[in-house]
């Protein structure tokens, strides 16, 4: 009797699973059947630009880890960069260590065209060799046009096929007003760039190669046992709190330049200025620019809530409920104080209608700040639901069968 009653309700479970309807979200919406694991932070309104009074011709601030802009001067000018065109080369360089196919200990030989470069450099003579590590250093510290070429020719074989190499890149990452003539950023007609495009080289370099700031973050060194010394371009090394990079530019044509790095309590700002009459102007527009960003912002990472669904019920499919997979929130760009009010919330349907794919969005995760949603995150499938069909019943009803 008792075994009747089991194969019964086993064939009823069967036939309400098979009809089951497909469940809807709230306000009748289908839910989505695809999930991306990225945040989508509502910025847009909520950072007013300031009315800043700098001493340069084209700037921008932005916030390193989201690539918020904070300020904008004349952002797209299409101008000469001087040597911060230096920040691609390098950019180009770690991205071929990463790639396993030159190292740090490599020789880097110099040649004719390298021992040809003007402006500042290290005096490099044909046929003499430095370790890449060296070299770097040289263009970091010293902002050395001859090793940037050296480098250039190591990487790309010729200077000329490694600007092309930096044009490329370039547009890869987006960078829509930008040519590379050279590694070193001599002026060249046909190489330019702008504040924008500057900045988003600078945050690629920052986020991907920290390690970066080892170099950009020397004050003094040398090379050849001593003989040759290095000082840093970057005088705010010494003068700003915080500052971890990155490189400074100029030559007659792009005026006095800097692409400025600085990190204070979490919050990571790059100021890019371009166009200064002097070195003194690129450096106070830097700081004002830097001084506005850390008094008026900061990151905070929002902790899910220590109780929330793992799980949720499914209908019409081959199992009963879906695994949520819930998402690394990260950092949060918030206004200064903002953090004190930081809330989240977990927006799950009562269940949901197979079949589903592992990834599916199921729900969201919202961060708020005095009751407006700042952020947001899809919360996911962990693994595939089947949709049950009368064979995939069947199998499981024999098999329920076969195991009484």
């Not at 009653?5 to 809807?24: C, D, E, F, Y």
């Not at 021992?115 to 290290?122: E, K, N, R, V």
């Not at 890019?272 to 690129?282: A, I, K, M, P, Q």
């Not at 949520?324 to 930081?342: D, F, H, R, V, W």
Request: aromatic share 6%; hydrophobic share 45%; net charge negative.
């Amino acid at each position: 009797m008792i075994r009747g009653k089991k194969i019964l309700s086993l064939a009823l479970a069967l036939i309400l699973l098979v009809s089951a309807a497909p469940v809807r979200a709230a306000g009748g919406a289908a839910l989505p059947t695809a999930a991306t694991a990225e945040a989508t932070q509502q910025t847009g309104g909520r950072f007013a630009m300031p009315a800043l009074e700098l001493p340069a011709k084209q700037a921008i601030l932005i916030e390193q880890e989201t690539g918020q802009v904070l300020y904008e001067k004349n952002p797209d000018d299409r101008v000469p960069i001087a040597s911060i065109t230096k920040v691609m080369t390098l950019l180009l360089t770690f991205e071929a260590i990463d790639a396993g196919k030159i190292s740090l200990d490599d020789l880097v030989p110099v040649s004719e065209h390298a021992y040809s470069m003007g402006g500042s450099q290290i005096w490099l003579e044909p046929g003499e060799q430095f370790t890449l590590d060296e070299m770097i250093r040289a263009i970091c510290v010293a902002s050395a046009n001859d090793a940037a070429v050296a480098v250039a020719e190591l990487v790309g074989g010729s200077e000329p096929v490694f600007a092309e190499m930096m044009t490329k890149r370039a547009q890869e990452l987006g960078m829509e007003n930008t040519s590379f003539k050279n590694a070193c950023g001599l002026d060249t007609e046909g190489h330019f760039s702008s504040a924008r495009d500057v900045a988003i080289m600078s945050r690629e370099l920052l986020k991907n190669y920290p390690q970066i700031t080892e170099y950009t973050t020397i004050w003094i060194d040398s090379l050849r046992g001593g003989a040759t010394q290095l000082v840093n371009t970057n005088k705010l090394l010494n003068r700003y709190e915080g500052m971890t990079g990155l490189k400074t530019g100029t030559t007659s044509l792009a005026g006095v330049c800097i692409s400025a790095s600085a990190t204070r309590d979490g919050l990571s700002l790059i100021a890019v200025v371009l166009g200064s009459s002097s070195s003194e102007e690129r450096f106070e527009a830097a700081t004002t620019m830097l001084d506005y960003g850390f008094a008026n912002f900061e990151m905070a990472a929002p902790p899910l809530p220590e109780e929330f669904p793992t799980i949720l019920p499914v209908t019409g499919g081959a199992q009963r409920q879906v695994t949520l997979t819930y998402p690394e929130t990260g950092n949060l760009l918030l206004k200064k104080g903002e953090s004190a009010g930081l809330t989240l919330e977990v927006e799950l349907p009562e269940s949901v209608a197979a079949p589903l794919a592992q990834g599916d969005q199921l729900g969201t995760v919202r961060a708020l700040v005095g009751g407006e949603e700042i952020a947001s995150w899809p919360v996911t499938a962990a693994q595939s639901v089947e949709q049950m069909t009368f064979s995939i019943g069947f199998g499981l009803l024999f098999d329920a069968l076969t195991g009484l």
